[in-house]
Each structure stands twice: as C-alpha cells, then as structure tokens.
C-alpha cells in the first residue's frame, strides 16, 4: 500500500526546470531512497513533499490526503517529520529539553511550549521524552548540553526529537552528511532499529551509496530533474542509465 503518492509534479525557477513531471510512490512500512548527481532535483523534490515549495503542477499526496498548500507544521501535525542535512537541534538545551519540545507541541498541535496541566501528565511526557532516547542509545547523555554532543549524537538527538512527533513518514535529507565512517556506520545501524521497531516508513535522500544500499528496499534515480529508474538496489547496481546520470556515459 502506497503512503505517499507523488503524480507528474513540475517545478520552475524561471528558466531552470528544476522537476520535469516526476512521479514516486513510496510504500508503506519501506525505506525509499531517492539520489541522483548534484543538481538533479533531490532537494527541490524534498520541499515539495514537507510544504516549502509549491509545484507549479502535479499533486503530493499522502495517506490520501494532498500536503500542497500547507504550512510546514500542518505537514508535520498529518504524520511527516523531517530530519534535515545539517541537525536542527537547540544547542543551549539539554538533550532531554530538546526531546521535550514536540512532546509539549503534540499535545494541542501548536509548536511553543506551554504550562503542564497536571503533575500527571508531566510525568507521562517526561517518561515519553525518555523513551525515546532510549530508542537512540542516548537516555545516558539526557542531561547533557546538546551543543556539546559530536555530530553523530546531534543526528540522534534530532531523530529521537522527530520520533516524539509520532510520525508514520520520516524524511532525512542526507543525514550521515559530514560523518565518519564510524557515524555513518552507526547512523545506519540506528536507521534499522528504528524502522524494524516502529515499523515506520522511511525516505531517504543521500549521496552516500554505501548508506543506500545498507538501508533502501526501493531507490529512484533523479537526474536533470526527472526520474530515470525506480527500482530495488540489486537492479539499480550497474543499471546503463544510472550509470550515465553519474559518469556522463552509457555501459
């Protein structure tokens, strides 16, 4: 079954057509990446899907629902979280606070932190805050400044801050970007847990084709803003068009 349907989207910034009728259907429950070489549209595609950018035609659906015209937070309030290519986190908190923010903000759908109304519930968002750093290895360093956390941790932090959102999509844009090996191999390892935990479906946009591989059930392949292939990984490998979209020439 299909969670998020994109159909014949366009997109122009005067005379660059940055999406030239793309379709992409991610199932649900899968991990979907989406790559392609610097310029293909990945990055366009991604605002089109969380409510930054507006296609000039086409439609993006998901769970039979059309995100377009929405703001950002009714986006995330419908189930999409975003994860972005640099951490958002809030480096003055600590790392449970930053966690705390969207559990306050999922309780009346509005992003700001408010007063608890009984003791009971403080008690229940802070054991939910603490569940899900638990979920990213991190329930050691709650209490930790988040600005002092490495890269890596930063990257679990803003995941376990989306997975407070509850969210049935979770869309990262590059997340092991900037990383060691070392990370990246983790942040993979993560991504895993998570997804046969919750079973929540995942899209992915990134460069890395060793973190694609480990993590994709589905791929597609933008070049010059259009899709080439939608395929599983072993069809992808080697595939000519792939091969042309990133080495300037068919095999």
Do not use: W
Request: glycine share 8%.
């Amino acid at each position: 079954m299909s969670i998020l349907e994109v159909k014949n989207v366009n997109k122009r910034f005067g005379g660059l057509q940055a999406l030239g009728d793309v379709n992409l259907s991610v199932q649900e429950h899968s991990v979907h990446a989406i790559i392609g070489p610097n310029g293909a549209g990945k990055s366009t595609l991604l605002n089109v899907l969380v409510g930054k950018l507006i296609p000039d035609t086409g439609s993006v659906m998901f769970d039979g629902q059309s995100v377009l015209g929405r703001k950002p937070h009714e986006i995330n309030q419908m189930g999409i979280s975003r994860v972005f290519q640099t951490p958002e986190i809030f480096g003055d908190l600590t790392v449970k606070e930053n966690v705390l923010i969207p559990c306050f903000a999922k309780r009346d759908g509005a992003f700001r932190m408010h007063a608890f109304e009984t003791v009971a519930n403080e008690k229940a968002i802070n054991e939910q805050a603490e569940a899900m750093l638990e979920d990213v290895n991190m329930l050691d360093k709650l209490d930790m400044p988040a600005e002092s956390l490495s890269r890596g941790d930063k990257r679990r932090l803003e995941i376990a801050m989306c997975l407070s959102q509850q969210p049935r999509l979770l869309l990262l844009d590059e997340p092991t970007a900037g990383m060691a090996r070392a990370d990246t191999n983790n942040t993979i390892d993560l991504l895993k847990e998570i997804h046969e935990k919750r079973d929540i479906t995942i899209a992915i946009i990134e460069h890395d084709m060793h973190v694609v591989f480990s993590l994709a059930q589905r791929i597609t392949v933008l070049a010059q803003g259009t899709p080439l292939v939608e395929d599983t990984p072993d069809n992808i490998k080697g595939h000519p068009k792939v091969r042309e979209a990133y080495l300037g020439e068919a095999h």
